[in-house]
């Protein structure tokens, strides 16, 4: 069992995690965006299996956190929000997946 | 590093849930099929139209109208220089196996009448296995493992047209006959597992 506890270096770097994506479906849905140029609601709402109303909210908070960039359009009059990640977003993320790997390999 | 979503993977899966819905199948196979057809009645002015425009017009179509309202919009990451060339890299050396090993060989000490001919024939075998390795190399790159199938189903169409002395329009339509059966079950297939979403879709944040 000891050796399998997270060591108190690495506990201290726990809290030190981006909280914002370290909540899995905003992970998922940085993951995802992070793989594309860009997409629209309904291909979030496929690819995570998230319900729409929690999908919006966790988009509200990455919005708010400067993580994403929303462009609405309109496409033969039908409404389309494509969702991008942003310069910050991506850095955030890929400073996020470095800590883990600190954190699981040490 | 289980827990940590790869880009990559996601990426992959993405791509092969957008060429799940056996359109690009459907309209290529259909097409190739239109081709053996009209080339079996002489219809040659009607075979520029199909080959050129029908298929780019229907496949933006039908992605817009059937694909993107189930699946969603995404717009993927322009494929990398270093992709092409990886993808160009593998035609190329299949080319070079194929002429340098098998073809090549029989030229030599051969007639010149026979040997125009035969340097002829090796410009039409070129394309083709460059066509060939190219989709090998989208098949492997992209994982769109049905592309293999497709290839081999051309190697030995082509090969055994050649032998047989079956005409070009037989195989070909034979070709488009199977891609076109495979697109409309994937496209059947498709359709059932997503279905339209319902309502406004669109973040209302």
């Known amino acids: 069992m000891r050796d399998k506890a997270v060591s108190l270096p690495n506990q201290a770097r726990l809290y030190t995690l981006d909280r914002i994506i370290h909540e899995p479906a905003r992970l998922l849905i940085v993951t995802h965006l992070a793989a594309v140029e860009s997409a629209d609601f309904v291909f979030l709402l496929r690819q995570t299996g998230l319900t729409k109303g929690n999908l919006s909210a966790h988009l509200r908070t990455l919005e708010a956190a400067g993580y994403i960039e929303v462009k609405k359009e309109f496409v033969e009059r039908i409404p389309r929000t494509l969702l991008r990640l942003s310069a910050t977003g991506r850095e955030a993320l890929k400073e996020y997946r470095r800590q883990m790997k600190q954190i699981i390999h040490q | ?205």
């Not at chain 2, 289980?2 to 056996?22: L, M, Q, T």
């Not at chain 2, 090796?122 to 049905?146: D, E, K």
């Open chain 2, 1 to 205: 590093m289980e827990s940590i979503p790869n880009p990559k993977i996601i990426e992959k899966r993405a791509y092969n849930v957008y060429h799940s819905d056996g359109i690009f199948d459907m309209v290529i196979g259909l097409t190739l099929l239109a081709y053996g057809i009209l080339n079996f009645f002489d219809m040659h002015p009607w075979m520029s139209f199909v080959i050129a425009f029908l298929p780019a017009v229907s496949v933006r179509w039908l992605k817009k109208k059937i694909t993107y309202p189930r699946v969603g919009f995404v717009k993927f990451v322009e494929w990398k220089s270093t992709r092409w060339t990886t993808a160009l890299i593998i035609a190329g050396i299949l080319m070079v196996m194929v002429l340098g090993f098998v073809l090549l060989p029989k030229i030599i000490g051969e007639p010149s009448q026979v040997k125009f001919r035969l340097v002829e024939s090796i410009a039409i075998y070129s394309v083709g296995i460059m066509l060939l390795g190219l989709l090998l190399a989208v098949a492997y790159l992209q994982h769109l493992t049905r592309l293999y199938g497709y290839a081999l189903l051309i190697a030995v169409c082509a090969t055994a047209g050649h032998l047989m002395h079956i005409g070009l329009e037989y195989y070909i339509a034979f070709i488009g006959a199977v891609a076109a059966v495979v697109g409309i079950v994937l496209f059947i297939r498709f359709l059932k597992r997503y279905p339209r979403l319902e309502g406004d879709e669109s973040y209302a944040g």
